[in-house]
Structures are given as C-alpha cells and as structure tokens.
C-alpha cells in the first residue's frame, strides 16, 4: 500500500469490521480491513484504529475521510443524529465532522435514518440505498437490502419514503447455531429444492412458523432429513416468512437487491418464485458509489 496518494478515504465501519478504500478519481486505488469494529472499540479507541489501517495512505495535508455505519451510532466515534423519513437517503447538511487529534484527517460520518412509527432505524444502509440510486438513476421502487437485518425500503423521487426491518439473518444464525436445530444442520451444504419447499410454506402459513421450525429436528430424527437440506428448508421458511409479511412492499413493484451474491440470489429464487424478476446490485458497490456521492457534496473528492 505505500507510495498510494488518494485523493480521499472511503470508510465503512461496522459493529464488527472497519473497511477503508483509497479512492482516487477513477475510483479505489487500494482497500484495507481490520476487525476494529465498533463493538470492540471505547471512544478514544476509533482514531487509533483508523490510523493504524490507513497511514499508509496519509500525507503532510490534510485528508478527507467520508464514513458511514455504526462509526456514527450512539456507541460510536461521534453520534451523527438520524435524518427521518421521508428524506434523501445521505444529505450533506446532516453530515458530522469530527475533531481528531491528528491534523492530516478530515474526518466526516454520515447520518443514519429514523422513522417514528411504526419504530425503525438505519445506519450504513442509507448509503447503499443512495449508492444504488446513483448506480440506477431514476430508479422508483423498493430495494431490499438482505443481511442479518434486513431492510425493505420504499423509494420514490430519491427519497427513502418508509422502510422496515426483519430479523432474518439473525435469526437464522441463532436457530442453526444455537436452538436444538442445530444438531441436524452441520456443515454448510445447501439444497435447492428444500430451500424452494421452505419458501412456500412459510408464504402460504407465516403464522405456522414455530411449528414448522420443530418439524425439522424431528424430521431428521425419524425421516432422514439430512442437513443439506434442513438448512436450506430453514432458510426458505424464514425468507418465506419475511416475504409473506412484505407482500405490500414487493407485489407489483420493482425490486432491486442489495447485498452479497449468495444471500442476494436466495431473496432473488424466493421472489422468481412469485413471478418477480428482481435485479441486484453488489453492496460493496452501493457502499462506495453512495459514499462517493456523499464525497462529492462534500467537495472533498476533487
């Protein structure tokens, strides 16, 4: 990474990661990561982490350092307060700058977004969403942005208009790792059919969800449901579910996915499933095209 002079720092900071990429105009010229993440970090404890990744890319001025995530939570480095819906998904006006004890950075955070009712938050997302509108300019729908939680979000005229929040990702870590599903679900094998069995049932019965869970420890005990299969039948019970109950968000609507191909071509089997062709987009790519277009508000990317 040394003899790299980016023009400007893109940061993604996590609860678990920090992520940074030397951006030039062009666009990345280097990326670093470190598990400096915010829930192992105490306040005065981020500056250290962020200089330990990116002095190699630092100089004698002053480096612009755009941020987003759980660096600007209430946990964070700075709390940046939550824009509320309807809003832009990023707004420069709403942007921190931090002070630093180090004056070769310019550090900025980007805000999260709130909606009072029902209660919802959002912090990194709300980059991705404004990376993907500039990657689909004029887009008008909902993205989905699948991960441990994932975000349906109605977007309309380049805001976020409302948005919810589902557990599914985590809630599948905890089943398959933690609950006495577990026994029947070693390895990370992966079963089509069952995934596409689970994501009817849990369409057509949302409210049968605890019952059909149990059935899989006891379909491997007494019928040989092997764990390929169980946990793609898991999978495709909560996806199934979380799409029962996000009927009015995706039927009729154009869909677009945000996150990692793996998760993302599971939300996308689910939708084809239901006659929705819904295109995706990588996070990675949101992420930095958002923050660069959160850098340009900023003038700080010239």
Known sequence: MTG??????????????LRAWAMG?????????????MGRLARDGFEPALIRLISPWLCDREMPVVACGMVGSRQGWHEAPYMTVPCPPLDVAHVVRVGTSDPRLAM?????????????????????????????????????????????VQVSAGEVVSFQTFMTGEMF?????????????????????????????GLARPERIAARLFSLRAEGLIAGLGPEAARARLSGLLIGTELAATRPYWLGQPVALVGSPRLSAAYARALASQGLDAGM??????????????????????
């Open 4 to 17: 790299i002079r980016p023009n400007w720092i893109a940061v993604d900071w996590g609860t678990s990661n």
């Open 108 to 152: 900025f955070i980007a805000p999260g977004i709130k909606q009072p009712s029902p209660a919802d938050v959002m912090r990194g997302e709300e980059t991705q969403i404004a990376g993907a509108l500039a990657l689909r300019p004029g887009f008008d729908g909902v993205l989905c942005l699948p991960g441990t939680h994932t975000k349906w």
């Open 173 to 201: 870590a905890l089943l398959s790792q933690q609950s006495v599903l577990r026994h029947g679900m070693a390895g990370d094998g992966w079963d089509d059919a069952a995934f596409d069995q689970g994501v009817a049932d």
């Open 25 to 37: 105009p062009g666009g990345p010229l280097a990326q670093a990561a470190s598990g400096d993440g």
């Open 281 to 302: 987009l990588p996070a990675d790519d949101c992420t930095l095209a958002g923050l660069a277009a959160l850098s340009r508000q900023l003038r700080v990317s010239a």
